[in-house]
């Protein structure tokens, strides 16, 4: 392990695929925020789990990179790595851990008991993705207290997911929402390798899970008498079910590009599209999302109260796919509106910024190194019981549908349903940093 600077600390990034960042948005915060932090000095190592056949560099944008393995399971992957990761982790000395992902949180006792501060950046509900059975479910409720236990502190993306934390467990949480690159002078000279052109195409960018309604924005354009394709980015490890099902409801204006490697090529495909499609709805804060309205995109959204949270005006939302039907048609028959909320949605972006961002976790990181952190913390109870929680929590974090404004401004997000007086409360959450000049 090389030597300390003065002021710096030794970081370690836990729970995810690691870098070079290729998945997803847990992947693209570690090489945005690692890169920032080692670019500050500190000492960062980041754990990855090896490929066959992959490459294993031994550093990544001056983060240092661990490589461990992992049970090649849906429901053992991430668990299996991070237990590895730990047990190395208990080997060297470090100021401060940040895990990613609540079902990592079996392992914090050990982190705890080696005196090792640690943060769990807890995502979003993730026990109502439809990929989980009964037993998945399940678990993911019972790691959500066990990460509330035994963390010194929880980091959420999006509001939503901090008042969550605070009514089902009276949990104070960090709130630090993703970065949003700036993409709109990417150009378009790569489009032509996919046979697209500027403006002349829908766009959706997801994972295969039902969760993110790949199947219903895909219905609802086949219902649709849209002119312009629709290129759908993405595919998912584990769906192959649900893959098929998107695929046939596809018509012959769909096209499947799969997985997009080459970020050049994604950057292009979110700047010149005409609409960007998001149907993500439980993983709070996404980064897709954050992309595309750094690309200035046109954005018709689930309607869900993250997506509201980022999108506010700018955007035009969905449930069914008769709204997604309704949505394109009037897209294709207004571009001038398309170009307003475009702008509008790159003004926004300017609130999610990565230096920022970074900052946050670098205040964070030395809050946990100096043990600025309350000794002790919330039990883990859950202040609801029952399925009723589950249902309780759906009537907050969806937001019902409404009609749109007059004009093409969206009603602004509603508030949770107010909760008896006698609840327990807790403070902490930190508000999403005001919106800035936009940049250029």
């Not at 999108?311 to 997604?324: A, K």
Request: proline residues 7%; positive net charge; charged residues 25%.
């Amino acid at each position: 392990m090389p030597p300390r600077r003065s002021g710096a600390l030794r970081i370690a990034l836990v729970g995810t695929r690691g870098v070079p960042a290729r998945y997803g948005g847990f992947e693209t915060a570690v090489e945005e925020v690692g890169r920032r932090l080692a670019e500050a000095g500190h000492d960062v190592v980041v754990y990855c789990r090896t490929t066959t056949g992959g490459p294993r560099p031994a550093t990544h944008l001056g983060m240092r990179l661990v490589h461990l393995p992992a049970l090649r399971r849906r429901s053992l992957e991430t668990l299996s790595h991070t237990g590895l990761s730990v047990a190395h982790l208990l080997t060297r000395r470090v100021d401060a851990a940040i895990v990613f992902n609540a079902a990592n949180a079996p392992w914090l006792p050990l982190l705890r008991a080696a005196r090792i501060p640690v943060a769990t950046h807890v995502d979003g509900l993730e026990w109502k993705r439809a990929k989980w059975g009964g037993v998945g479910k399940r678990y993911y409720r019972v790691v959500e207290a066990l990460s509330v236990r035994w963390s010194d502190a929880l980091i959420a993306d999006a509001q939503g997911i901090a008042d969550y934390y605070r009514d089902e467990f009276a949990a104070p949480t960090q709130q630090i929402a993703y970065g949003a690159p700036k993409t709109d002078g990417a150009g378009s000279d790569r489009l032509a390798t996919v046979d697209l052109t500027p403006g002349g195409y829908h766009l959706v960018v997801a994972r295969f899970e039902p969760e993110n309604h790949v199947d219903v924005i895909v219905d609802g354009y086949r219902r649709s008498d849209a002119e312009l394709p629709l290129v759908v980015v993405g595919s998912a490890p584990y769906a192959d079910d649900y893959t098929r099902h998107v695929h046939a409801l596809a018509d012959d204006r769909v096209r499947f590009l799969g997985g997009v490697w080459d970020q050049q090529l994604l950057d292009q495909l979110y700047v010149n599209c005409a609409t960007y499609l998001h149907g993500h709805s439980v993983g709070g804060t996404n980064p897709s999302l954050l992309r595309a309205i750094g690309a200035g995109a046109a954005t018709i959204a689930y309607d869900v109260s993250f997506n509201r949270e980022v999108l506010e005006s700018s955007g035009r939302y969905f449930r069914t796919p008769e709204d997604v039907t309704t949505a394109l048609h009037e897209a294709e028959g207004d571009p001038e509106k398309l170009r307003r909320r475009g702008k509008r949605a790159r003004l926004l972006a300017a609130r999610y910024d990565w230096d920022h961002v970074a900052s946050r976790y670098e205040e964070l990181c030395r809050s946990l190194a100096a043990r600025a952190f309350p000794r002790s913390r919330p039990s883990g109870r859950r202040l609801r019981l029952g399925p009723a929680a589950g249902t309780r929590t759906e009537e907050w974090t969806q937001v019902r549908p409404a009609p749109q404004a007059q004009g093409d401004v969206a009603p602004q997000p509603r508030r949770a349903p107010a909760r008896p007086a006698t609840r327990p409360a807790a403070g902490g959450s930190a508000a999403v940093p005001p919106a800035r000049t936009a940049q250029s």
